[in-house]
């Protein structure tokens, strides 16, 4: 081999070395490359786990509380400062704490949208207040005793319906407009007396009311004209205290507080599927349908528990214990938005105070509660970005040890 084939196999030979070191290179920042994906994707969850986590543990709700002392203020269930501000508002009770039974009622689909909160307070009388500022607007008078009164809002939100006990008042309301669109008076043609209407619910289409008569011991279905469609008869003194029907339309509970016990019937035949005898003494005031129709959460109004109710075989199969607390008995159940909660409060007093506790619907347990130092009276449940602007623009920060 001659010199200039000498030089020609040494060059060969050098380029070949610099190629397979780039290639060994290569390799080498590829692999790393690859671990390091797979260290990342191992620490980091999915966004479907991700949702899923946040949507199980953290609710994006909070509750805008009107308490009994008058006091509107934000809780945030999920924090661990829930108490995030207050203002005073309006006095949700003139007679505290003789008469502590208020609700208002929104689609569950969806947290609170309206152009206004209408806010019922125990004399008769309902509050339209600006959703924005928290001001009174507009001030509605259906009666003058202190008794049951509640409002339940349109699948639509875009109407109201009232029931005022002790009047013996329903009436439908505009949101928009503020409007009084009728109002009925159901009393006794013989004595005057009110078929005293403790509660009123919407079908889930919207399409008419479903209205318990406590002292009429019957349960109308009357249309969005107020003409009565369909009345259920109970026993005498049975006495038909509220009222809830499931998401499908096609099954209401009633509480019977005469003879302690849940009825279940049919949408809209009003046909007799199940009645449950409530057990140890316990009264029935409120429950809910879980959103797929399977379990119905009965609130009693003297214990600090919830019974799971099977509808399909009208059995209690689970009890939920609630904290302890001095003042026994739920004042309201409702659904959260969405549907993955539902949440209870006990009223309690003004001296002892409350609690506000949600249950988490996967694995009917409590998730989480909030004591409250006086007695809540209407709870809003309200979108996260909603309550911070009111925190940032409405109310004032929170204060140790006032939350009234």
Known sequence: MNKKQLIKALSSYQLWLIVGLIVIILIGVGAAYIMLKQSQSSSIPSSTQT?????????????????????????????TTPFQGYTHSINISTNVPQQVYWWVEYPFESAAQSRYYLIPVNNGTVYAIDPNSLKIVKEFNFGNSIGFIGVAYSPSQQLVAVADGPSGIL?????????????????????????????????????YLIVPMRFNNSVDLIALNSSVIKVLPAAAGSQPYMVSPNMQGTMVAVEYVG??????YSLPSLKLLGILQMPNGTIPQRGVFTPNGEYYLEAPSNANQVFVISTSTFQIVKTIDLPTFSVKGLADIELMPGGQYAYV????????????????????????????????????????????????????????????
């Open 171 to 207: 009436a439908l309301i505009n949101v928009s407009s503020l409007n009084v669109l009728w109002e009925q008076h159901f009393v006794s043609p013989v004595n005057g007396r009110t078929y005293y209407p403790c509660d009123v619910r919407w079908s889930p289409d919207g399409s």
């Open 345 to 404: 409060v006990i009223h309690g007093n003004v001296q002892s105070g409350g609690i506000i506790a949600l249950i988490s619907l996967s694995s009917l347990t409590v998730s989480s509660y909030v004591p409250l130092s006086t007695a809540p009276a209407v709870i809003i449940p309200v979108q996260n970005q909603v309550a911070t602007y009111l925190v940032d623009n409405v109310l004032l920060p929170p204060v140790s040890g006032l939350h009234c």
């Open 259 to 264: 003879n302690n016990s849940v009825g279940f």
């Open 51 to 79: 949702t899923s986590s946040s949507v199980t543990a953290t609710p994006q709700y909070s509750f805008l509380v009107f308490t009994q002392k008058g006091i509107a203020e934000i809780i945030n269930p999920s924090s």
